[in-house]
């Protein structure tokens, strides 16, 4: 069994070590993990295979759009799965756009995180269940205008649980469209 780098870059101790704590915990030790104190220190020792765990709780968009590219520039493979307090529609959208494979909301960590961590490395984007509630509500009819329509029906099929290959075949589109 092939083990993979965890990359955690969490402010919040006790958030860190409790993370820290459910990952080693799973029995199966398929995940290294690695904690990062800052995000200066981080990209000089991640790397392409690397799966990041980035809380933004408290960050500007626009702190996470310029750590989001750096991280892009430096290592293309990675996959980032952000942590957010911030429950806001153009808020995940932005993340999600910016190249993020997953975003929980911190009140579903304890439920998302691992699944969460398994879905994105096998290529699967996720959003916790919170976050993908708000997302697929339609009670929030601004949300409509914000997203396609097609976006909306990706959404919905990956609240059901299909795969971005379940999606795209489902929906008569690529893969790359899915992701997009």
């Known amino acids: 069994m092939k083990r993979h780098r965890l990359a955690l870059l969490i402010p919040d101790r006790l958030i860190r070590s409790g993370i820290e704590g459910l990952v080693k915990s799973d029995g199966n030790n398929r995940y290294e993990v690695i904690v990062f104190e800052e995000f200066e220190t981080l990209l000089q020792q991640v790397r392409d295979e690397d799966m990041l765990l980035m809380d933004t709780s408290g960050s500007s968009i626009g702190t996470i759009e310029r750590q989001m590219e750096c991280l892009t520039e430096r290592c293309r493979g990675a996959r980032v799965i952000v942590i957010s307090n ?14 993020a494979k997953g975003f ?6 304890g439920d998302a995180l691992l699944t969460s961590i398994d879905l994105v490395v096998r290529d699967v984007v996720t959003i916790s269940s ?22 909306m029906q990706v959404l919905r099929l990956m609240a059901r649980g299909l795969t971005v290959k379940g ?7 690529s ?6």
């Open 104 to 109: 929980i909301y911190r009140d579903d960590l």
């Open 86 to 99: 911030q429950l806001k529609i153009l808020h995940i959208k932005r993340i999600m756009q910016l190249g």
């Open 175 to 180: 893969t790359r469209s899915v992701y997009r």
């Open 130 to 151: 919170q976050a993908m509630h708000l997302l697929t509500s339609t009670n929030h009819v601004y949300m409509e205008n914000e997203l396609k329509p097609i976006d």
């Open 167 to 173: 999606v795209a075949a489902e929906l008569e589109i």
